[in-house]
């Protein structure tokens, strides 16, 4: 079934470095999400990009879509501590369900 | 800032039992979601509800599973026999709209089948 995969599973940085994950997925889509999760905590909507999309900005977060390759990437930059969280790529299959990949585990050291 | 909230936040039954899991989509929100997240697994999506109606169900969601709204506010899970498996944490989301439009998750609630 299609899912989101995220690269890399974990990611330790030091605070002020960015940091970059990818994602991949198998068939057409509508929409790509990009969620946060702190440990054991309910997950947080960071930015949406469209099929026709390529790139978009949210404040320090920069996503890119690349539906030739069915890829994303989305870039935290100048990293905090609080940044620490496990990301997930959600790709919508149609209207109604997101299918979200296994996250990347990112650290952000002091 | 609006959110979905979800109670409780951590709910302890028996195999066999009944489980409510309740959420409180946002207000002026229409489309709402539930998923589950077995520990050290991928979030799964459930169940899709809109106009009292489901409008998709994944295979999990089978005949032990029912959503309701049964009032303007409210919208819940109902696992009729609880399994050991059923063991996860549980979303709820909702979206304004359907297609390209985010959805916006509850914190989550805990079950535990014992």
């Known amino acids: 079934s299609q899912q989101g995969e995220e690269d890399p599973q974990a990611l330790s940085i030091q605070e002020g470095e960015n940091a970059t994950m990818n994602c991949s997925y198998k068939t057409s889509i509508n929409n790509l999400q990009w969620y946060r999760q702190n440990s054991g905590r309910g997950l947080v909507h960071l930015i949406l990009i469209r099929s026709n999309e390529r790139e978009k900005h949210s404040g320090r977060l920069r996503v890119t879509l690349d539906t030739s390759k069915k890829s994303s990437s989305l870039l935290i930059t100048a990293s905090r501590a609080a940044d620490t969280a496990s990301y997930f790529c959600a790709t919508a299959l149609n209207d109604y369900k997101l299918s979200f990949g296994a996250g990347t585990t990112v650290t952000v050291r002091a | 800032e609006p959110e979905v909230t979800q109670t409780p936040s951590h709910q302890v039954t028996q195999m066999g039992q009944e489980v409510i899991l309740r959420c409180v989509p946002i207000s002026n929100h229409l489309y709402f979601y539930w998923y589950r997240q077995i520990l050290g697994q991928k979030v799964e999506f459930l169940v899709s509800?809109?106009?009292?109606?489901?409008?998709?169900k994944s295979e999990i969601f089978d005949d032990q599973f029912s959503v309701e709204r049964p009032d303007g506010s409210n919208f819940t899970l109902k696992i009729r026999s609880t399994k050991l498996e059923d063991s996860a944490m549980y979303f709820c989301?909702?979206?304004?709209?359907?297609?390209?439009?985010?959805?916006?998750f509850g914190p989550g609630t805990r079950l535990t089948v014992l």
């Open positions: 989301a909702s979206s304004e709209f359907v297609g390209d439009n985010e959805q916006f």
């Open positions: 509800f809109y106009n009292n109606e489901i409008s998709e």
